[in-house]
């Protein structure tokens, strides 16, 4: 040992040193330093459960460099990206960052975002009733109207600050050519004031289910016509008789206006000085948006000397 230790031992240092590099080099040549880039989602831990957290990175963008090696082993658990809220409050926690778990020997070479922001605000919960918009008037004379929603609420639970904001929970019904009573599931939608769709909470049951029933918008219905006279007959006569030909009218028009009717008035018709008879033809009023079968009517008034 002596021996090789008093020979040449500055040779001897500068073999070893020189073996050192060459294996050095040649494993960084068979395994060299590499990057790549990464998508790695956020995992929120140690928020309490009565919190919740708003505006925090879903994933985090990281540029890596590591041995070739290593990154071709990489496998999905390998990396993640954690906010620890063990410290957080209700409200805004500024400057918050992430905690990476990389593989050994990976170093960071980027990192977006870095710091952020994020609101924490408490869990709440409500129930409201559920209604039932129905659109697109079917077949133009049928018209349909909710009977039942069932179940009639939903409970909606998140972020208190959005929980608030909901103020109603509809469903849409399309009725286009239907002619028959139905019943659908519907999705239920929450929405605003404003009206607007309000996201980021959650809400039971998403579907309900909805009987409509189906009723007649336009109807045709079969009246008397009947008159009124207007002004005095000639001095010394009277209105005796009136008589209108056909005596009934077949009117088609919105069953609301028709269902309180039980005569169809014409217009009146002016008698004032006459005498003997007065024989007018008149055209038959139409419903609005409607029709009347005849359109005309002929009315004959009898005027008797006193």
């Not at 069932?150 to 509809?170: D, E, F």
């Amino acid at each position: 040992m002596r021996k090789w230790l008093g020979g040449n031992w500055t040779a001897k240092l500068i073999c070893f040193f020189v073996a050192v590099f060459l294996w050095v080099f040649i494993m960084n040549d068979q395994n060299p330093l590499v990057e790549s880039s990464y998508e790695l989602p956020v995992e929120v831990t140690h928020l309490d459960d009565s919190l919740v957290a708003l505006d925090a990175p879903q994933s985090v963008h990281v540029k890596l460099r590591m041995q070739r090696n290593t990154m071709l082993q990489l496998r999905e658990s390998d990396m993640k990206a954690v906010l620890d809220m063990i410290q957080a409050d209700v409200g805004e926690n500024e400057n918050m960052t992430l905690q990476l778990i990389l593989p050994p020997g990976a170093e960071v070479i980027e990192q977006k975002p870095l710091r952020f922001t994020v609101n924490v605000d408490e869990v709440a919960s409500r129930t409201i009733p559920v209604t039932a918009k129905v659109t697109d008037d079917p077949a133009g004379d049928h018209g349909g109207a909710v009977t039942a929603i069932t179940p009639n609420v939903v409970t909606i639970t998140g972020p208190s600050s959005r929980v608030s904001q909901v103020k109603t929970a509809q469903t849409e019904i399309h009725t286009a050519g239907r002619k028959t009573d139905f019943d659908i599931v519907a999705a239920v939608a929450l929405y605003d004031a404003e009206g607007n769709k309000v996201n980021g909470v959650t809400f039971a049951p998403e579907n309900v289910l909805v009987k409509i029933k189906i009723n007649p918008l336009r109807v045709e219905k079969t009246l008397p016509l009947a008159v009124q006279t207007s002004g005095s007959p000639a001095y010394g006569w009277r209105v005796d008789a009136i008589e209108i030909m056909p005596r009934e009218v077949t009117l088609a028009g919105e069953k609301s206006q028709l269902d309180a009717l039980s005569a169809w008035q014409l217009p009146a018709i002016s008698v004032s000085g006459e005498s003997g008879e007065v024989i007018r033809q008149v055209e038959v009023p139409v419903p609005s948006n409607g029709a009347a079968t005849p359109e005309t009517a002929t009315v004959r008034i009898v005027l008797k000397a006193e």
